[in-house]
Each structure stands twice: as structure tokens, then as C-alpha cells.
């Protein structure tokens, strides 16, 4: 199995601050990584698809960027509609598998 | 409007069976893989299992291997998980989930609410 690290796990921050999760896969899995965006009680929302392709409707404040092993989500101006947890997933492999997540806190 | 829902959900003692449905609309079901995640209570996102569009093919995460089974009848625009031999750690909420359609294996555009399963006794 291919393991996806993140980090941090969690992290606190203000509105109109500039946030950047990382990713590591276990070995390359080239562009093949999606980030997702999950708020409490709902499911998961796409953000970002191969690595960097901003999934339709989601803010352009979101980017991502990376290949190979290393990964990043970057939000470039913190919206209070964004404290969240952050998923990354690696969809090189059959066998599918996420980051164990990184939540996002109000300071 | 792509909609997902999920049923079949509840208590079950360990060692027992449970069997999930997912009832679909607003997209051709039949043009597109499927998929359960599931999620534990306070932790992460966890893949479960995948069907192809047509059902021929099927991949399982090892902690499913030998225990569940996805199917799907495209006719009913419904996707099943077939769970059997179900343990404590087998509690979590099981999401139906759609991919984007063709080259977008694993990309989850679309999930559904999610059905709670409590193994316990």
C-alpha cells in the first residue's frame, strides 16, 4: 500500500492568513493526488484534482502543487468559511489511500 | 442534480451481517465506477471498495478482503456493499461515492450522506 503523510495534523490560524499543508506519499505516485476539503458532520468536498486542477466552483484562494513523493495545498488568504480538515489522496494505486488528515483551527 | 443516498445502516452484534444500498439519480449510473469510503468516528478517510461501471471488476482495501462485497444492479441504479464477519473496528459511517467518469479513477466529485454501521454487543 502506498501511505500519504501529512502534515501538520493540525494547525491554527487567522482569517486572511496564508496556510500550506503538505503531502508525502510513501513512493512517486507522479500527479496522481487529490485534496479534499471535509467540515463536521458532512462529507468530503473535492478541492483539487492531479495535483493542482482546481475543481470547478472551489475559490481560487485554494492551490495545490507537487509530483512525485511531495505535495502541497496552499490557501492563500484564510476565509472563515474554511476552517475545515484537509484530506490529501493518492489515486496512482488501485488501492486508493488518504492522508489521515490536517485540521484547521481559528486562533 | 446528482444525488447519492445511502441505506441499510444500524447495530449489529460482532460476527454478524449487514448489507448497504446506495440509490442513485441524476447521472447515468452505468457509465461510471463506484465506490465506499468509510469513516470512523473522530479519524480519517478510509477506501473500502471499488466496482467498475459495468460490475466486471471489483477491488477491495485489505480490511475488506474476504468479508465484503460491492455489487451493483444498473438496472436499479443502486450500488450494494455486502458486509459479513463484521467487527468493532468495522464501526464507522460508509459513504457512497461517485468518481468524475473516464481517466478520473478515484476522483470523488460526489458522495452521499453516509450510513452509520455500529458493531457492538
Known amino acids: 500500500d502506498i501511505q500519504m503523510t501529512q502534515s501538520p495534523s493540525s494547525l491554527s490560524a487567522s482569517v486572511g492568513d496564508r496556510v500550506t499543508i503538505t503531502c508525502r506519499a510513501s513512493?512517486?505516485?507522479?500527479?496522481?493526488l487529490n485534496w479534499y476539503q471535509q467540515k463536521p458532520g458532512k462529507a468530503p468536498n473535492l478541492l483539487i484534482y492531479?495535483?493542482?486542477i482546481l475543481q470547478s466552483g472551489v475559490p481560487s484562494r485554494f492551490s495545490g502543487s507537487g509530483s512525485g513523493t511531495d505535495f502541497t495545498l496552499t490557501i492563500s488568504s484564510l476565509q472563515p468559511e474554511d476552517f475545515a480538515t484537509y484530506y490529501c489522496?493518492?489515486?496512482?494505486?488501485?488501492?486508493?489511500?488518504f492522508g489521515g488528515g490536517t485540521r484547521v483551527e481559528i486562533k | 442534480e446528482v444525488q447519492l443516498v445511502e441505506s441499510g445502516g444500524g447495530l449489529v452484534q460482532p460476527g454478524g451481517s449487514l448489507r448497504l444500498s446506495c440509490s442513485v439519480s441524476?447521472?447515468?449510473?452505468?457509465?461510471?465506477?463506484m465506490y465506499w469510503v468509510r469513516q470512523a468516528a473522530g479519524k480519517g478517510l478510509e477506501y473500502v471498495s471499488s466496482?467498475?461501471?459495468?460490475?466486471?471488476?471489483?477491488f477491495y482495501a485489505d480490511s475488506a478482503k474476504g468479508r465484503f462485497t460491492i455489487s451493483r444492479d444498473n438496472s436499479q441504479n443502486t450500488l450494494f456493499l455486502q458486509m459479513s464477519s463484521l467487527r468493532t473496528e468495522d464501526t464507522a459511517v460508509y459513504f457512497c461515492?461517485?468518481?468524475?467518469?473516464?481517466?478520473?479513477?478515484?476522483?470523488?466529485?460526489?458522495w452521499g450522506q453516509g450510513a452509520l454501521v455500529t458493531v457492538s454487543s
Open positions: 492531479t495535483a493542482s
Open positions: 466496482i467498475s461501471n459495468n460490475g466486471g471488476s471489483t
Open positions: 489522496q493518492q489515486t496512482d494505486s488501485t488501492l486508493l489511500t
Open positions: 461515492v461517485k468518481d468524475s467518469g473516464y481517466s478520473a479513477y478515484g476522483r470523488f466529485d460526489s
Open positions: 441524476g447521472f447515468t449510473f452505468s457509465s461510471y465506477e
Open positions: 513512493r512517486s505516485i507522479r500527479n496522481y
